[in-house]
């Protein structure tokens, strides 16, 4: 997608932090993080949600499933982390392609506050 961010980022064609990369797969630290370590992975296939995903991204999805406890670990993160995959407009998703956010360090609170 031309004019996709993340696909641009992917690309190189708009600067960021990066993480990691291969033929497949960029990771880059979120430019508002919410926690002190807070970077994102992202297919560089365009993928506008995990609502479009099919049974062809299977192996896809399970190796960025499967990189982002070692991309962490890498980031400091050795006592855990938080993965969000905000999926949709119903879902508070803002850009639409696919990404995991990988959160942590600090205080991380519940994620679903209970009255
Ligand atoms: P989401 O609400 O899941 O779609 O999250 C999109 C995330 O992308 C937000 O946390 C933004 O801070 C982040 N973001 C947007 N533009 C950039 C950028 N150019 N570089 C790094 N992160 C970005
Ligand atoms: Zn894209």
């Known amino acids: 997608m031309s004019d996709c961010i993340f696909c641009k980022i992917a690309r190189g064609e708009i600067s960021s932090r990066k993480v990691y990369e291969d033929d497949e797969l960029f990771a880059f630290h979120d430019i508002n993080p919410v926690a002190p370590v807070h970077f994102m ?42 993965i969000v995959i905000n999926t949709g407009k119903g879902g508070g998703q803002e850009v639409f392609h696919l990404h995991i956010h990988i959160i942590g360090g600090g205080h991380i609170p519940p994620m679903v506050r209970r009255s």
């Open 41 to 82: 992975l992202i297919p560089r296939l365009h993928v506008a949600s995990l609502m479009e995903a099919d049974s062809g991204h299977t192996a896809l999805l399970g190796r960025m499933l499967l990189l982002a406890p070692k991309l962490a670990k890498e980031q400091g993160l050795d006592n855990g982390f938080r």
